[in-house]
């Protein structure tokens, strides 16, 4: 054995083989390097050969690649990690509407405490936030992805989200459910609410200030035939325009901003 592996990695797994011939049995992992310098890991087990008598004669080893699997369970603590540390609330529902599996978000909002595996939706929601969300669900089953806003309530806690659900596919493209990204839009509506106020105010203000600075230069205008302050007023009623068509360009933006209007598909190609 100590030819065939080598002097160094022999003198790597001796202590384990003695052990073994002692009866004991042994699993590790081990790194190698292929002939083209690519990195692999192994499962190791050595495990006693015994005689027919029970006495340890030789020893059984079994040596698995184990590379892809362990690539694959990076990958998925890396996707349980995002899943988990996201402010988004991630939930999976298959096509009976039972839950598949819920983040942490999900879980401590609507109160639960261990595995949300079987779970009908109905004992989640209440009927009201199931009328407004199962439309929406459907169209997602038929393979399409969707966006909606939506209320939601739980243990008397009641919040504006938006959600955005995907379809769930196996491996055949075979439609299991759905996989839906849950956002709170609470700030964002309390946001939109103190735009839209201050919008209110200041196109109020504004607009009575410059009615009154209008009137006084059309006063002005009218008791005075000086060249100079006819041109004074002049500028005075021009720029209180321009500060009006201000104010109507910004009430536009505001609305666009907390209002915004539907998206509609067009055709790449023909534009």
């Known amino acids: 054995l100590q030819e065939v592996l080598g002097p160094e990695e022999y003198a790597e797994i001796a202590p384990r ?12 992992e081990m790194f190698r390097t292929d002939r083209v310098g690519e990195q692999h890991a192994f499962d190791i087990r050595y495990s006693p050969l015994r005689s027919a008598y029970g006495d340890v004669v030789g020893i059984v080893a079994t040596m698995r690649d184990v590379t892809e699997r362990n ?25 009976e509407h039972r839950l598949l599996f819920a983040n942490d978000g999900f879980r401590a909002f609507y109160g639960f405490d261990g595995d949300v595996r079987g779970t009908p939706l109905s004992a989640v929601l209440d009927d009201v936030v199931l009328d407004d969300i199962v439309p929406e669900m459907e169209r997602a089953f038929a393979g399409e992805r969707v966006e909606f806003e939506h209320r939601t309530v739980a ?25 839906a990204s849950i956002r709170d839009t609470s700030e964002l509506k309390t946001r939109e609410r103190q735009l839209r106020v201050l919008d209110r105010v200041l196109r109020h203000n504004l607009n009575n200030k410059m009615n009154v600075v209008s009137g006084y230069a ?13 041109e004074s007023v002049e500028k005075i009623r021009a720029n209180s325009e321009q500060l009006t068509r201000m104010a109507s360009k910004e009430r536009a933006i505001t609305k666009l901003l907390s209002d915004p209007p539907p998206k509609d598909v067009h055709d790449l190609v023909a534009v």
């Open 71 to 95: 690539e694959q369970r990076r990958r998925l603590k890396q996707y349980e990690y995002a899943v988990e540390s996201t402010t988004d609330w991630i939930v999976a529902v298959d096509t």
């Open 218 to 230: 059309d006063v002005i205008r009218q008791r005075s035939t000086d060249p100079f302050v006819c």
């Open 155 to 179: 243990n008397g806690v009641r919040k504006p989200v938006r959600t955005t659900g995907f379809p769930l596919r196996d491996d055949d493209d075979e439609i299991l459910g759905i996989v």
């Open 17 to 28: 083989l003695d052990a073994v011939l002692r009866g004991e049995t042994h699993e590790y």
